[in-house]
């Protein structure tokens, strides 16, 4: 398929930056790409009141509903938070919703101990992305069902599970469980080491993330517009992965070889869920999705598997999942 060849051939017309580190993190900028046809970013859609997203009747934890009005599609991107309604969610998968349409979309819970209503039946699009490690296990669960089962469900146990262990390894206390409120309690310590990477360089159109000297996450989109947009949102995320971790120095090879990983894994195409086609790839340690559209990627996000990093133990499961999902699960 011509979109499996557009996602291999990419890190031939790539070209990096030098890194900009902040402690450590160190965010190594990324040039290349052709913009695909106009669209316009969920964030803004929202603000503007074109896209609604809301729940499923009286709830369903995997699924949410889109309503987009305007004239443009719009871009919803994986790993990006929807906070509100019944509990917070983060985007399984990046979706380009059709214009004039209504759309489900995939996400995961990242508030497990909240199902009511507590600030209105709408999502509002959050100030932050998840966390790379979360991320990169929600990734490789979807990417698994994608292939095997053809849904875009997560191990939502797993998300659950990482947010906790996150919590405590920042040293936040959270009453729902809330990925948010890690950010919001920590939010001195994201916000100095945002300081000196404030803004991505003029033309740039990824990063690739590098922690403790080692690159483990690479976000790519069409034009530099969006990934300046985006910008703050995701390198807060970036930064609530990076908290805690040793200072060192970021090897610009290293940035190299995983982005070239991209043309050397296992590829497999598939419908999305709004317009485009999702492209998976998968290696030992390395995980990734992409939405091509009209022949260009809009979206890929790269990341090294959480399970290669340290000791390559997978996270116990949290044991409190609630049993509203369990409900849920039964009635799907």
């Not at 979360?134 to 994608?146: C, G, I």
Request: charged share 25%; with cysteine.
């Amino acid at each position: 398929m011509r979109e499996l060849e557009t996602v291999a051939a990419l890190p031939r017309s790539l070209r990096l930056g030098e890194p900009v580190a902040s402690g450590p993190l160190a965010l190594v900028p990324v040039f290349g790409g052709r913009p695909a046809p106009e669209y316009q970013l969920a964030a803004e859609a929202i603000a503007d009141g074109t896209l609604s997203v809301g729940e499923i009747g009286g709830g369903q934890v995997p699924q949410l509903g889109v309503r987009n009005t305007g004239g443009l599609p719009v871009l919803l991107v994986e790993g990006e938070h929807l906070q509100g309604a019944m509990q917070d969610r983060v985007l399984n998968v990046t979706v380009l919703v059709p214009a004039n349409a209504d759309t489900e979309i995939p996400v995961s819970c990242v508030e497990h101990g909240r199902w009511n209503y507590r600030s209105g039946k709408r999502f509002a699009s959050s100030p932050s992305f998840s966390p790379t490690t979360l991320r990169a296990m929600k990734t490789a669960s979807v990417s698994a069902r994608r292939r095997s089962v053809g849904d875009h469900r997560s191990d939502q146990a797993l998300v659950w599970a990482e947010v906790a262990r996150k919590h405590a390894e920042v040293g936040v206390r959270s009453p729902t469980g809330a990925m948010r409120d890690a950010f919001e309690q920590r939010a001195p310590d994201l916000d100095a080491m945002m300081r000196p990477i404030a803004r991505p360089l003029p033309g740039q159109m990824g990063v690739v993330v590098c922690i403790g000297g080692r690159a483990v996450t690479f976000d790519g989109f069409d034009r530099p517009e969006t990934l300046a947009t985006l910008w703050p949102r995701l390198v807060r995320g970036y930064a609530m992965e990076a908290l805690g971790a040793p200072s060192r120095p970021t090897n610009h090879a290293a940035a190299q070889r995983f982005l070239a990983r991209i043309g050397s894994a296992q590829a497999t195409a598939h419908d999305a869920v709004g317009l485009g086609t999702e492209v998976v790839l998968t290696e030992r340690g390395f995980v990734a999705g992409s939405l091509v559209w009209k022949d260009v990627i809009v979206h890929i996000a790269a990341f090294e598997e959480a399970a290669g990093r340290e000791s390559g133990e997978r996270p116990r499961r949290h044991r409190d999942v609630g049993s509203w999902f369990r409900d849920q699960e039964r009635g799907s």
